[in-house]
């Protein structure tokens, strides 16, 4: 084994690592915004229920979530962008293409929360 392989991969390790911190921080502070405790970004499914009560969505549509992801991910995405005043679109692109960055925006930014009522 070369050296220079294994440095790649710890380089690798090290911006993954990078990029997940910087998730569940923004969606830490997401969760502020919104009223609700940041802890809660890193408990997995819990994460889920918050976000649901986030968008004002019932417990469940955490079956789309866990039964035919994408889908429910792509509508959640959705309505949480218009929860933080941003179009669908962002939420789609938030989704699939800018995650890394619209996550971060929406709670670092100047979005702020506005609970849509949809039940």
């Known amino acids: 084994m070369e050296n220079g392989s294994a440095g790649g ?28 405790p940041g802890w809660a970004a890193i408990i997995p499914v819990y994460n889920l229920v918050i976000l649901l009560e986030i968008i004002d969505r019932p417990l469940w549509w955490l079956l789309l979530v866990l039964c035919i992801g994408p889908v429910g991910m792509i ?14 679109g962002w939420g789609i692109g938030m989704l699939f293409f800018l995650g890394i960055v619209g996550y971060p925006i929406l709670g670092f930014g100047d979005a702020q929360y506005t609970k849509i009522s949809r039940q």
């Open 9 to 36: 991969g710890i380089v690798t390790m090290i911006v993954y690592i990078a990029i997940i911190v910087a998730m569940v921080a923004a969606q830490w502070k997401i969760f502020e915004k919104a009223g609700k």
């Open 75 to 88: 509508l959640i995405a959705m309505d949480l962008a218009e929860n933080f005043g941003k179009s669908k």
